[in-house]
């Protein structure tokens, strides 16, 4: 079962440079949730602080009862073994073959039988499809392959978190739907905790449980993912819906001026556009914290977009006839 | 898509209310003013500084690393013969002309003192104690430590590093160890390596090049040299090993900025190591000629 991640309080800042600050949110145990934000805004900064391998200046990261913050270099790399984290490019190791590369964590780790650690390298690279590929080098395969790879490694110690850095950055959107359905299945079959950093907002929208985004140094939002989707909140909504008017500009953020100017222009902000269903797992069950579609938006007395939470599931969104 | 029309528009106004639970809006600009304090001198002392301190705990952790079981023996055969493939050539080709030059120079200012039957001993020692160490230095230190710097230093930007961190895997055990005995243990080999091929040089630039007797050649290195000789230089030779590796793991594990920072790692790595060795170099012989008692004649 999945372990659920506290942040209280992160700070974290290079050379007097804040990255961001005061991000405060939990990661709900067995649940995914993804991590959004314009490009250059830590996100893969959080991901690496959430593993303990960057120090964060303030606040606590509480797993299990222990504050990853806090920890001693030894604690920390036996906590460490809790994660299964999928870097942006796989960061496979150059020197050694594919199977070598996923059997490395059972290896240092496990006194398994080279037979043991053969079965279960087989059935992870079978679950990222990359049977046929064990002998190759990282350097001799696509990018795409190189990041099921690394997922595949990821997963070999039968991590409690998985974190994602980007899992679609690279990829076609052909391989970029397998994966999101893999992601769906391992939270299914796994329960592990999935927390997922990524600008896709095909993604962002149908794959999550919960969503948040950061945004100019701090998280502007965090929660279930139709609060965000239904959510008239500026930057939430010029993000999750790919606009460009709105608070966030092509370098940084847009400066007052420009904002007045937009709002004296009469600029209107486009409507919402539906919320989709989520993603499905694709043997049929429920996900695992699946929760019947709309019922958020229905307590907490939130009227959702016209058009939401119809068609097939997880097919990529299209305006419905509603809106043309 | 098509563009919003007015009917969307009114549906969205009537669906969205406020949300619930967010936090403080955007737009605040608090964050990034804040930012960018400091600079000028005392930030640049304090960094320099900083740098010093973060390569002694680096050094520390490592020799911590030495210590801790499981010693990485596959990672260490590797090293040791990758290290050695790349220095073995070098090292006999620049020790020839390096024991040759010895020869020559001293062969024609030991003959102007008028001391000819000494000047196999004066090759032999200045081989031994000096030449030999040094061009062991300058070897691993070029070939040996610049591999190990660019290799980890690739791997470092590739995340490799830090996938192995997030694995359950000290890096500074699984990789720096095995290369810092690595390291040594190839500069003690090349330093006797570097010894004999240097003392043959010699021997063969002042036999037959400058006429001198094998016989006075061979006393005059029995009368003055001794084993104390041999013995700082392989002291040498292995602390340069370690030095050297311990040098280019640091610089290859704090690359940063893609490839080109991988190349800067590597100049300032070789640099900083033929610095250190040589200044290294000095202390040892100094302290050398205090605690032995040399020969007299």
């Known amino acids: ?324 | 898509m098509s563009p919003p029309t007015g009917t969307g528009r009114s549906a969205s106004n009537t669906s969205t209310s406020t949300s619930t639970s967010t936090s403080s809006g955007p737009g605040s600009g608090t964050g990034k003013l804040a930012a960018g304090t400091g600079g000028g001198g005392p930030t640049r002392l304090t960094s320099g500084l900083r740098g010093f301190g973060h390569f002694f705990a680096f050094c520390l952790d490592a020799l911590r690393g030495l210590v801790r079981r499981p010693f990485q023996v596959r990672e260490f055969v590797q090293q040791a013969w990758f290290i050695s493939s790349v220095s073995i050539l070098p090292a006999a080709l620049v020790a020839i002309p390096f024991g040759a030059v010895i020869a020559l120079q001293l062969g024609s200012l030991v003959r102007q003192l008028g001391a000819q039957s000494f000047t196999g001993a004066t090759s032999v020692l200045a081989v031994v104690r000096e030449a030999s160490p040094i061009v062991t230095a300058l070897i691993i230190a070029g070939a040996g430590g610049s591999a190990i710097c660019a290799d980890l230093g690739a791997r470092k930007i590739r995340e490799e590093l830090d996938a192995m961190e997030v694995l359950g895997i000290d890096p500074v055990h699984r990789l720096v160890a095995p290369r810092i005995v690595a390291a040594a243990l190839v500069a003690a080999l090349l330093n006797g390596l570097v010894s004999v091929v240097g003392v043959a040089g010699g021997y063969f630039f002042n036999v037959v090049m400058q006429g001198g007797t094998p016989g006075a050649y061979l006393a005059s290195f029995q009368a003055l040299g001794q084993l104390s000789d041999l013995a700082v230089g392989e002291v040498k030779a292995v602390l340069f090993g370690a030095v050297a590796a311990l040098v280019a793991s640091y610089h290859g594990m704090t690359a940063k900025g893609g490839p080109k920072g991988v190349g800067d790692a590597v100049n300032q790595s070789v640099v900083l190591t033929f610095m250190l060795l040589f200044a290294l170099n000095f202390v040892i012989t100094a302290v050398y000629f205090q605690l032995v008692p040399q020969r007299g004649m």
């Open chain 1, 1 to 324: 079962m999945g372990v659920e991640v506290r942040v209280e309080g992160l700070t974290k800042s290079f050379g007097g440079q804040p990255v961001w600050s005061d991000v405060s949110l939990t990661l709900p145990a067995g649940e995914i949730s993804v991590l959004l934000g314009p490009s250059g805004t830590g996100k893969s900064v959080f991901l690496k602080t959430l593993v303990g391998l960057l120090k964060p200046d303030r606040g606590a990261i509480w797993i299990e009862g222990r504050d990853l913050a806090r920890l001693s270099e030894r604690a920390l790399y036996e906590v460490r073994k809790l994660f299964g984290v999928l870097f942006q490019d796989g960061a496979l190791f150059g020197s050694m073959t594919i199977y070598d590369n996923v059997a490395f964590p059972l290896r240092e780790h496990t006194r398994r039988s080279e037979s043991e650690i053969r079965a279960v390298v087989h059935e992870k690279l079978e679950m990222v499809g990359l049977l046929g590929a064990e002998r190759k080098l990282p350097g001799e395969i696509s990018g795409g392959m190189r990041k099921r790879a690394g997922l595949a490694r990821a997963l070999v110690l039968d991590p409690q978190i998985i974190l994602f850095d980007e899992p679609d950055s690279g990829l076609d959107p052909v391989r970029t739907a397998y994966l999101n359905q893999l992601i769906i299945d391992l939270n299914q079959q796994t329960g592990a905790t999935f927390l997922i950093v990524t600008h896709d907002i095909n993604t962002a929208r149908t794959v999550p449980d919960n969503i948040g985004l950061i945004y100019h140094g701090h998280l502007a939002m965090f929660g279930p993912r139709e609060m965000l989707l239904s959510s008239t909140e500026p930057v939430v909504r010029q993000f999750l819906n790919a606009q460009r008017i709105g608070p966030i500009g092509m370098a940084e953020e847009k400066d007052s001026d420009e904002l007045r100017a937009e709002a004296e222009a009469g600029v209107e902000l486009p409507p919402l556009p539906p919320i989709p269903l989520q993603l499905a797992p694709s043997d049929g069950r429920p996900r695992r914290a699946e929760q019947s579609p709309g019922r958020w938006c229905e307590e907490h007395d939130v009227v959702p977009p016209a058009g939401s939470f119809q068609g097939v599931r997880g097919s990529v969104w299209q305006p419905t006839e509603a809106l043309r």
